[in-house]
């Protein structure tokens, strides 16, 4: 658990990871949320392994005719299934800031996600939630959540491996 100190019009606030992932834990799109702060050195950033509820997305490979009906390829049909899932996340991430923007009255709370393991059902979706508080570019966040997720896809995530 860390500890991030920031001014807002209020004055100083004093936000903790471990309250944060309670926030994230009772959303019900989660499944699983762990607190990976500790394992990154950034300062004002915090960090979250994630896994998606398996109720969130059904997925069905479709029969041969109905590919041919829909004019499209199961590799096609595979990918747009993969950006609707990567626009949830994203919707999230962006309810997420809104949320922790609101509560702390801060305006410098930013989002993202990297996705590091998808089964082949899609109701497996592992990621990582990088939450920023303070001014940072949206590339370097972005970059963060990529560093993070590769390291947790080669096994430093306790609760997967």
Do not use: H, P, W
Not at 34 to 62: A, G, P, R, T, Y
Not at 105 to 129: A, N, R
């Amino acid at each position: 658990m860390i500890e991030i100190t920031f001014e807002n019009k209020e004055g100083a606030r004093t936000v903790k990871s471990k309250s944060v992932e309670e926030i994230l834990t009772l959303m019900a799109d989660f499944g699983y949320v762990k607190d990976i702060s500790d394992s990154i050195n950034q300062k004002d950033i915090m960090v979250f392994d994630c896994k998606l509820d398996k109720s969130v997305f059904k997925f069905e490979f479709l029969e041969e005719e109905e590919y041919e009906q829909y004019d499209v390829d199961q590799e096609e049909y595979l990918q747009v299934l993969f950006e609707d899932i990567k626009m949830y996340l994203k919707e999230i991430c962006d309810d997420v800031a809104d949320d922790l923007q609101e509560e702390y009255k801060y305006e410098d709370i930013k989002c993202k996600y990297e996705i590091y393991d998808l089964d082949e059902s899609f109701t497996d979706v592992k990621f990582v939630i990088c939450i920023s508080f303070k001014n940072i570019e949206t590339a370097k966040l972005v970059d963060l959540a990529r560093i993070v997720s590769k390291r947790q896809l080669k096994g430093s995530s306790k609760y997967f491996n």
